[in-house]
């Protein structure tokens, strides 16, 4: 049984014109041979983009890639045809397969977009790429599953101030503070935005928000 606690703070961080990444595991030239990933999970990168800057086309293979908008919106275009406006409260999910090209750029005139993008190993490998986004139906108070990709969960919960929410009980829990910030507990001193939760067979762990605030939590079996 292990809880780590990772600060914002302690995230390597990456910043270019107009566009700002934290990332939660070792990432490019940021290289850390005790922080590769966790569960399946092998990049969780907060990023926030000024408008109509972003990520232009680029190519992948062999991964899920997983996006949640927190604040603004994401113009995506890919090589399977999609081309959507990805907003707060949708979750997107593409499969690499045998190979992908895509663009991700911030949308004009919403102001500035911060989004968290998860990468995962798939369960196996190549297969026909694919594409889906869609609303998702959050529950005030409640964990709500969003996608299922990789043996992983990926579930989203809003809480308000004061509101107590019982983590799973899956062995390995990854759970990142979008927005907000959870109150002091016998874990840890109060976890703000961009502080994540690693649980190795911890189940059932209670967090209280301290204010407003939305919870990212990637679960897997072990």
Not at 32 to 42: I, M, S
Not at 119 to 128: D, H, V, Y
């Amino acid at each position: 049984m292990t809880v780590e606690i990772r600060r914002a703070t302690q995230r390597f961080r990456t910043r270019d014109r107009g566009r700002d990444t934290r990332h939660s595991f070792a990432f490019g030239e940021h290289y850390d041979p005790e922080n590769l990933g966790f569960g399946a999970l092998v990049c969780h990168d907060e990023h926030l983009l000024g408008p109509g800057v972003g990520f232009p086309e680029h190519r992948h293979s062999d991964l899920e890639i997983v996006t949640w908008v927190l604040d603004g919106a994401v113009e995506h275009t890919d090589s399977t045809g999609a081309a959507t406006l990805v907003r707060p409260g949708m979750v997107q999910v593409q499969s690499a397969g045998t190979g992908i090209t895509h663009a991700e750029v911030a949308a004009t005139g919403v102001g500035p977009t911060r989004f968290v993008q998860a990468w995962l190993r798939p369960e196996t490998s190549g297969g026909e790429p694919s594409y889906d986004v869609h609303e998702v139906a959050l529950v005030s108070g409640e964990l709500v599953e969003a996608a299922a990709v990789a043996g992983g969960r990926f579930l989203v919960a809003r809480l308000a101030a004061g509101d107590t929410l019982t983590l799973p009980d899956d062995p390995l829990q990854h759970v990142y503070i979008g927005k907000g910030a959870l109150i002091r507990s016998s874990l840890a001193e109060p976890l703000s935005q961009g502080d994540a939760f690693r649980f190795t067979d911890v189940p059932g762990v209670e967090v209280t928000a301290a204010v407003p605030t939305e919870l990212l939590v990637w679960t897997f079996p072990g």
